[in-house]
């Protein structure tokens, strides 16, 4: 069957109250945004608590599902045939057909699921599924009915228009981009930065990045990595506004002055510092990175303690708790994994001690970071100013 229309379905948003407008808004809004690069002749509309996508003529399926499914919000995508208000005489022949021509192999069972917003129907919802199920058993003796666990269930919904389907495809769940500020995502070219960043945009945030780069002792393809990244992200997240921040001048700096054991911490802390500055001037509520306890000497509990100290906004983490190979099931959901294990070097692989500290004491970075006192602030406002910033879509 050629479906001309898909139910957009939302579970969370639809517990929001008075905001739950502002809500579905937002989440149209944001589907119309997928949809545009791939035909501009796609219309999304809101009707009492469902959204609906409109397709014209010679849409691709594939490529239409491809696109929703990376849409926060979205719960489920239900392919659905729409026929105008009729009787029930030829509305049963027109089921009977639909489920024809969906399901070729008709050796399942199914339960009929009526919704009857329109309570002028002449029917009422219980008869509507009695009588359904009535005539497909008449039309296919091999269907056979379940009420407990159907294999398929058919919803025919009342509504001014009448709306048939049996098939929900999974969205990526989540809240729409956008009903919950902007966060400043610390990207490198890992592949835990790029799931972080995705995590956090699912819960509706807004997403900012920077990325701390440090020629000549890393690549230009170390750089176009990370804004590949940030592209894919982008996918999901909506455009990302990428900070490129050139840190060579601070990190030479940290690695002639200070203790070498304690170059990574503190070269972290900068970073920090920085990343919360441009999150401040560009009005965003938190900041996000790729940390994971354990996962190396800079992210040992006591490492993240001392690296958490330089910041007053929240640092959210998600992948903080999550095992390498969770974070790279992720990865390659998003399809950012294979981009991230491209072999350039980043700046903390360039620079890295030996034997760096793995309980570092608070007080010790601090005292070491006196060494950098009459040059820091300067160098910091002039990584800031020199920045690049450009828009990743
Ligand atoms: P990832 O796989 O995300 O790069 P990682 O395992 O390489 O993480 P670290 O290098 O210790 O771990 O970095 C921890 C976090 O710090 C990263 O997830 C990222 O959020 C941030 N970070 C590290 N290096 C950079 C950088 N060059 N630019 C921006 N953020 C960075
Ligand atoms: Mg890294």
């Not at 739950?20 to 937002?26: A, G, H, N, P, T």
């Not at 050796?107 to 219980?126: D, G, L, Q, V, W």
């Not at 945030?205 to 002792?217: G, I, M, N, Q, S």
């Not at 692989?349 to 007080?363: Q, R, S």
Request: hydrophobic residues 40%.
């Amino acid at each position: 069957m050629e479906f001309k229309s898909f139910l957009i379905k939302y579970a969370e948003i639809g517990t929001k109250g008075k905001n739950r407008y502002v809500f579905e808004d937002i989440l149209c809004s944001n589907i119309r945004h997928v949809l545009r690069p791939i035909d501009g002749r796609f219309s999304v509309r809101k009707e009492y608590g469902r959204i609906f996508v409109d397709c014209h003529e010679e849409y691709d399926y594939d490529e239409l599902v491809e696109a929703l499914q990376r849409v926060f919000g979205i719960v489920g995508i239900c392919p659905v045939l729409v026929v105008p208000d009729q009787p029930w005489d030829s509305l049963s022949k027109v089921i009977v057909d639909f489920v024809d021509e969906c399901y070729e192999d008709k050796n399942f069972t199914f339960k009929s699921h009526c919704r009857r917003i329109n309570k002028n129907y002449p029917m009422h919802s219980n008869d509507v599924n009695m009588e359904c199920g009535a005539v497909l058993l008449t039309a296919f003796p091999e269907l056979r009915v379940d009420v407990h666990h159907p294999d398929v269930m058919i919803h025919i919904e009342l509504r001014e228009q009448i709306y048939i389907y049996s098939v929900t495809i999974p969205g990526p769940g989540g809240l729409p981009v956008g009903t919950n500020g902007t966060a400043m995502l610390l990207l490198s070219g890992g592949i835990d930065s790029p799931v972080a960043g995705y995590m956090i945009s699912k819960r509706g945030v807004h997403l900012e990045a920077v990325y701390f780069d440090a020629p000549p002792h890393t690549s230009l393809q170390a750089k176009q990595k990370v804004i590949d990244l940030a592209k894919q992200v982008a996918k999901y997240s909506g455009a990302i506004t990428l900070h490129i921040v050139h840190f060579t001048e601070i990190q030479e700096e940290i690695y002639h002055r200070c203790p070498e054991d304690e170059i990574t911490i503190i070269m972290r802390r900068y970073m920090m510092r920085i990343a919360q500055k441009l999150a401040a001037m560009d009005h965003c509520q938190a900041l996000i990175t790729g940390e994971s306890i354990g996962q190396v000497a800079s992210q040992t509990i006591y490492s993240l303690q001392v690296t958490n100290a330089v910041c007053t906004y929240p640092v959210f983490r998600p992948c903080i708790g999550m095992d390498k190979q969770e974070i790279v099931s992720v990865a390659e959901k998003i399809k950012t994994y294979e981009t991230s294990i491209l072999p350039y070097e980043d700046c903390c692989t360039v620079f890295v001690a030996k034997h760096p500290v793995t309980k570092p004491k608070l007080e010790d970075i601090e005292q070491s970071e006196t060494l950098l006192a009459d040059v820091i602030d300067a160098m910091v406002d002039r990584a800031i100013e020199t920045r690049e910033v450009m828009k990743v879509r």
